[in-house]
């Protein structure tokens, strides 16, 4: 008889952008001629960079000659590409990270969910509530967590972010292997500063943990002092894994290209106090399970970094920052309280009601597509979180129609 990983029946019966996407599908179909916009999922909808649609054309072009052509890749990625992300996104802002420590995948999402594999079944784990799901989710399937109840899985540790902390979490309580940061937040659009990101490395290092630091929207940081990667802060090395990603850089959620930093440096344990270097550990599975990015794709990747891609990236990211600053002075004038939207796509309002009565509420009286607070844990059930991927002239248009519905 085979039987399931019955894990699996502990979790929520749909993932949350497709349980969503499910409800607006079927409002959709019985208001066939209401035009609904969509600030919910956090799904770019500008074109590509120039610069990486010429890199893009270039590779296919390299595909079609047979003294150019590649066939099966490096698992971890071409250096070209590898050595790029090094120098300009890490050892340019004083952040010791070598090519070789870069592992080139198909998404961030992929890389937070798998990463846990590498890590043993009965390890702490911390999560920030409100969270990205994937993280809670995955151990879950891996069955480290209890059944859920009440908004919370049994067995993970929550570390709260709310207004009282401005949304950045106080250091665990009790005792954790494994913490899930995310700067700047999803969904809350929160960042953290160099002291604050200091004290989690500190408190890491002397709790033998480590951290996953997911720094997927460093690109919308306009404030220089705020650290874009935990490598910036002394001493990160060797308690932190970072997760990034181009989707939100530049456009390529469709597009797929993203990567995961493993300093050499970085250890764990065997149960009997061998000390580990995880990066074989995640070179191992890597290789095992991934056979590397399209080639062609990772040259459109390798783009962003010439002078023109660091250009029309930048504007690309300040277009949906002035949505984001839109969204947020229209929620603030209603006299909504609001975080996030300044160094991020995202702005998370307080709903001062349950967030999916919002919701419905936004979708039935404005036609607006928002994601519910409630969906990235129990912190937030009250609030709604807006996405600034999408045209200005829709960003204005469901700013006015919402406040039609609300005032
Ligand atoms: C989100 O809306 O939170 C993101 O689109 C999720 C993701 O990048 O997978």
Redesign the pocket.
Known sequence: MIRINENFLKLQSSYL?ADIAKRVDAYQKQHPNQTIIRL????VTRALPAACIEALHKGTEDMAQESTFRGYGPEQGYLFLREKIAQYDFQARGAEVEADEIFVSD???CDTGNIQEIFAGDIRVAVPDPV?P?YVDTNVMAGRTGAFGNGRYEGLVYLECTRENHYVPALPAEPVDLIYLCFPN??TGATITREQLATWVDYARQHNALILYDS?YEAFIRDERLPRSIYEIEGAREVAIEFR?F??TAGF?GTRCAFTVVPKNCMAHTADGRTMALHGLWNRRHTTKFNGVAYPIQRAAEAVYSPAGQAQTRALTDYYLKNAAFIRQAFAAMGYACVGGDHSPYIWIDARRDAWEFFDLLLQKAGVVC?PGAGFGKCGAQYIRL?AFNSYENVQKAMERIRAALI
């Open positions: 952008f919910g999922i956090g799904d998404g961030a999402k990205y994937v999803n969904p997927a990603s989707s939100k959620t994601t996405s």
